[in-house]
């Protein structure tokens, strides 16, 4: 796969355009829904609560990659725990800025594994 489609894979167009495909009109609101709450409760069943990266608490479940399957629970693939800390490190640059580009937060993801 090429890096230019690989990376509109991971994009955050891409998933909200699932996500209106869903009945969800951004991010926030599908974060704030009853499926996404079953969404966590089937992956930390399934995958444990522990952080990833560090095995710390997990306190939220990051989206490595946006896919319709992850989205609506029937996969947990690209669902992987995370606490905190390591969230942020991988999502924010070394100033503290969110990176904008799914593809290179997952490149910080894998590098920390």
């Known amino acids: 796969m090429n890096d ?9 167009s891409r998933r909200d355009a699932i996500l209106n495909e869903i009945g969800y009109t951004s991010y926030e609101s599908y974060l704030c829904s009853n499926l ?21 608490p997990s306190t939220t479940l990051h989206h490595r990659k946006y896919t319709r399957e992850n989205l609506l629970g029937e996969s947990t693939e690209w669902l992987s725990p995370l606490c905190y ?6 999502e924010c640059n070394d100033n503290g800025n969110k ?7 997952d490149v910080r993801y894998k590098e920390k594994l």
Not at 4 to 12: A, I, P, V
Not at 36 to 56: A, I, S
């Open 4 to 12: 230019d489609l690989e990376r509109k894979e991971f994009s955050y």
């Open 36 to 56: 996404w709450e079953d969404v966590k409760y089937k992956t930390y069943k399934l995958l444990g609560k522990c952080c990833f990266l560090c095995d710390k």
């Open 85 to 90: 800390e390591c969230h942020t490190l991988i």
């Open 99 to 105: 990176i904008l580009n799914p593809f290179d937060v």
